[in-house]
C-alpha cells in the first residue's frame, strides 16, 4: 500500500503510515461472512524507483484504482498500491495487474518513485483499505528486502509461507475466472465501448544475425519452411523476430508474460553435398534466447534464439532451412507509445 491508504481496524480507519505491530486491524472471515480482529505482527516499507523502460507491469509504477471503480464507495477513494498486490473477489484473490482496463484502474505513471508498505498479521487475511478487500502481507521469502516499520521489534518472526499452503483464500490466476471480472470493471467504467485496443501484425520480421553482427533475410519461404543463405565460416546464428507477451497482445487478464517470437520445429544446414539436422535448439534446456523446452519437435524463441550450426565444411556457402510453426500476432511497431498516448 501507498502512504495515505486506509486500512480498517476495530478503532475506525488508520492511515498504512501509522499501523504498528502489535495493532488490531479487521479482517474478513469469507467463508463465515463475518468480520473478525487480526493482530499485526509485522510491518515493512520500502522505497522503490520505477523503471520506465520495462513493460508498465515490469517496470514498477504503482496501480491506481479510481474512487467508485469495483462499486459505489468501493474504494471510498483513490487507491494506490502495488501491481502485484490483490485484490478478493468472490473468494479469491487477484493480483490487480490482471485487472488494469487504463481508465478506472491503470498504473500511475506520475511517479517515478515511491515507498510502500506491508502489513503483516498473525494469519495471512483478507483486510480492507480504502474500503477494498485486498489481502495483508504473506511472506513468501522476500521479508529481508524491506525495512521494519516503527521501533518495535519483531521477535520470533514466522518463518517464510507459500501462496499454497498459507494463503488467506486461493490465488486465482485463470483467464476463465479473471476475464469476466475484468470486463464488468472495464464495463463499469465505460471502457468497453471506448477501448484502446493495441495494433498488431503478424509479420514476424525474421531475419538471422552473425556473431559479427551481419543480418540475413530470408532467401525464400514455402510451405512453412524459411531459407536464409548462410556465408563461409559462420558457425552460430542469432533467430531474431517481433516478439509478444500474451498479457499484451490479448489482455492483462492472461496470466503469461512471457516473450514469444517464433515456434521452430525441424532446422537443417545444407553445405556442399551434406545435409545437417541442426537440432540443438530441441536439446539443449539452457539454450540463450528460448523458452523452457516443452515439446521434443517444436521450441519457442523469446525473440532473439542463438542457434549453434556446428562445425562448418570449409570454404562453403550452405543454405539454412527453418520450419516455422507458429507466430504473432505481435504489437506493431510503436505499439507500446500509441496505446500510452491514447489511453492519456
Known amino acids: 500500500f501507498l502512504a495515505g491508504s486506509m486500512i480498517r481496524t476495530p478503532g475506525g480507519d488508520v492511515t498504512v503510515e501509522d499501523i504498528r505491530i502489535g495493532d488490531e486491524v479487521t479482517a474478513f472471515d469469507w467463508r463465515d461472512n463475518a468480520e473478525i480482529t487480526r493482530k499485526v505482527v509485522w510491518v515493512g516499507n520500502r522505497k522503490t524507483t520505477v523503471r520506465p523502460a520495462l513493460p508498465d507491469d515490469e517496470a514498477g509504477y504503482p496501480v491506481r484504482i479510481l474512487k467508485d471503480a469495483i462499486a459505489d464507495g468501493v474504494p471510498f477513494k483513490d487507491m494506490l498500491i502495488t501491481a502485484e498486490h490483490c485484490l478478493f473477489f468472490e473468494n479469491r484473490f487477484v493480483p490487480v495487474r490482471m485487472l488494469v482496463n487504463g481508465h478506472s484502474i491503470f498504473y500511475d505513471k506520475s511517479f517515478s518513485s515511491y515507498e510502500y508498505y506491508h502489513i503483516e498479521t498473525d494469519t495471512h487475511s483478507?483486510?480492507?483499505?480504502?474500503?477494498?478487500?485486498?489481502?495483508?502481507?504473506?511472506?513468501?521469502?522476500?521479508?529481508?528486502?524491506?525495512?521494519?516499520?516503527?521501533?518495535?521489534?519483531?521477535?520470533?518472526?514466522?518463518?517464510?509461507?507459500?501462496?499454497?499452503?498459507?494463503?488467506?483464500?486461493?490465488?486465482?490466476?485463470?483467464?476463465?475466472?479473471?476475464?469476466?471480472?475484468?470486463?464488468?470493471?472495464?464495463?463499469?467504467?465505460g471502457a468497453a465501448e471506448n477501448e484502446a485496443r493495441p495494433e498488431l501484425t503478424d509479420d514476424a520480421?525474421?531475419?538471422?544475425?552473425?556473431?559479427?553482427?551481419?543480418?540475413?533475410?530470408?532467401?525464400?519461404?514455402?510451405?512453412?519452411?524459411v531459407m536464409f543463405m548462410i556465408p563461409n565460416g559462420v558457425e552460430s546464428v542469432r533467430l531474431v523476430s517481433r516478439a509478444s507477451r500474451p498479457s499484451d497482445v490479448v489482455g492483462?487478464?492472461?496470466?503469461?508474460?512471457?516473450?514469444?517470437?517464433?515456434?521452430?520445429?525441424?532446422?537443417?544446414?545444407?553445405?556442399?553435398?551434406?545435409?545437417?539436422?541442426?537440432?540443438?535448439?530441441?536439446t539443449e534446456e539452457e539454450l540463450a534466447g528460448w523458452q523452457a523446452l516443452e515439446w521434443e519437435d517444436t521450441r519457442w524463441t523469446s525473440g532473439d534464439a542463438l542457434l549453434p550450426l556446428g562445425t562448418r565444411q570449409p570454404d562453403s556457402v550452405a543454405i539454412l532451412t527453418i520450419q516455422i510453426k507458429a507466430g504473432g500476432p505481435y504489437l506493431a511497431e510503436n505499439a507500446i507509445e500509441d496505446m500510452a498516448l491514447a489511453t492519456a
Open 252 to 282: 492483462p487478464f492472461v496470466d503469461d508474460r512471457r516473450s514469444f517470437g517464433v515456434a521452430v520445429g525441424e532446422i537443417t544446414l545444407f553445405e556442399s553435398s551434406r545435409t545437417t539436422p541442426v537440432r540443438a535448439h530441441l
Open 205 to 225: 520480421d525474421l531475419r538471422l544475425v552473425t556473431a559479427a553482427g551481419v543480418v540475413i533475410r530470408k532467401t525464400r519461404e514455402t510451405n512453412g519452411h
Open 126 to 189: 483478507v483486510i480492507w483499505a480504502d474500503g477494498m478487500l485486498t489481502e495483508s502481507y504473506l511472506d513468501t521469502g522476500n521479508r529481508s528486502s524491506f525495512a521494519q516499520h516503527g521501533k518495535l521489534a519483531l521477535i520470533g518472526a514466522p518463518s517464510s509461507r507459500s501462496w499454497a499452503e498459507d494463503a488467506g483464500a486461493p490465488l486465482d490466476v485463470a483467464r476463465d475466472f479473471v476475464e469476466p471480472l475484468f470486463r464488468e470493471i472495464a464495463a463499469r467504467a
